[in-house]
T-cell receptor
Framework: EPEVTQTPSHQVTQMGQEVILRCVPI?????FYWYRQILGQKVEFLVSFYNNEISEKSEIFDDQFSVERPDGSNFTLKIRSTKLEDSAMYFC???????????FGPGTRLTVL | RKEVEQDPGPFNVPEGATVAFNCTYS??????FFWYRQDCRKEPKLLMS???SGNEDGRFTAQLNRASQYISLLIRDSKLSDSATYLCVVNIGTGGFKTIFGAGTRLFVKA
């Protein structure tokens, strides 16, 4: 069964450093998403991406965040200058249509020290 | 008002019980609706999509009422393995889609 994969599973970084989180969506999917979940809190939408551009983004997705699909398979989330409050689990998801069910990767746990 | 609101829980039920989860949403531009389950420190996993006509998958039944902006999930004959957090999820928008998760309702099924 096709699945979404994410690397790394855990990333530890110093405050102010840049991090890139990587995702490989399901191969025939066209819509890609990033979410974050702070420990003990709900899953929060960050951004959706379709046809090589951002489709929607939330208030959380400010100038320190960017997304890219550098090739035909990877989908990345870059955080330019990490803050302590960026510590969270980051989930990537993909879907075959914008209103369709999304399938999630196992997440990257980001710890900012 | 929260965009997606769920019963806070937790629900503690014995094996074999029937349990109902409720969810309301506030945005009338909501297009599609889902229930996901999330186990501790894992990713959300799709349980089922929700339609106005209702849909059933084994022990699970989901229902959508667009007029009252209400979504429900019923689990019959609950199993120990049903213990998880149940997330109500709504897709909003017609062009770009924004996906909103409820805070989740925690379910504990006990032997």
């Amino acid at each position: 069964e096709p699945e979404v994969t994410q690397t790394p599973s855990h990333q530890v970084t110093q405050m102010g450093q840049e991090v890139i989180l990587r995702c490989v969506p399901i191969s025939n999917h066209l819509y890609f998403y990033w979410y974050r979940q702070i420990l003990g809190q709900k899953v929060e939408f960050l951004v959706s991406f379709y046809n090589n551009e951002i489709s929607e983004k939330s208030e959380i997705f400010d100038d320190q965040f960017s997304v890219e699909r550098p090739d035909g398979s990877n989908f990345t989330l870059k955080i330019r200058s990490t803050k302590l409050e960026d510590s969270a689990m980051y989930f990537c998801a993909s879907s075959s249509g914008g209103a369709n069910e999304q399938f999630f990767g196992p997440g990257t746990r980001l710890t900012v020290l | 008002r929260k965009e997606v609101e769920q019963d806070p829980g937790p629900f503690n039920v014995p094996e074999g019980a029937t349990v109902a989860f409720n969810c309301t949403y506030s945005n009338s531009a909501s297009q599609s609706f889902f229930w996901y389950r999330q186990d501790c420190r894992k990713e959300p996993k799709l349980l089922m999509s929700v339609y106005s006509s209702g849909n059933e998958d084994g022990r699970f039944t989901a229902q959508l009422n667009r007029a009252s902006q209400y979504i429900s999930l019923l689990i019959r004959d609950s199993k120990l393995s049903d213990s998880a957090t149940y997330l109500c999820v709504v897709n909003i928008g017609t062009g770009g889609f924004k996906t909103i998760f409820g805070a989740g309702t925690r379910l504990f099924v006990k032997a």
